[in-house]
């Protein structure tokens, strides 16, 4: 919970979104829901004190992963992997209701 772990989370974040992994792995549904998934679970803590081109582009490859997802569901493989995959493309849903609520206000 200290700062310095929050910049280094956000430096993490910000060399992913530069440069993400030309990685099969990195491209597999369970990892794409694992990342947006703690990445909006974690947002409050590394993101929300970013800056606003930060926060952009976080929130650009989160609609790009959670599009990926959906494009790739239903899951092949029935078992932890598609609930990670699952739980990664229902967060996304969340946070997008979530924003168009806070919009509507």
Request: with cysteine; aromatic share 6%.
């Amino acid at each position: 919970g200290t700062d310095g772990a929050r910049l280094r989370a956000r430096t993490l974040a910000a060399d992913w979104l530069q440069r993400p992994p030309a990685d099969p792995l990195a491209r597999a549904p369970e990892v794409i829901g694992a990342r947006v998934n703690a990445w909006l679970a974690h947002y409050d803590f590394f993101a929300a004190s970013a800056d606003d081109h930060f926060r952009q582009r976080l929130m650009t490859r989160i609609l790009i992963d959670a599009r990926s997802l959906a494009a790739m569901v239903p899951c092949p493989n029935h078992d932890h992997r598609a609930l990670t995959a699952y739980k990664g493309l229902l967060a996304c849903a969340v946070a997008g209701v979530a924003l168009h609520l806070a919009g509507a206000r």
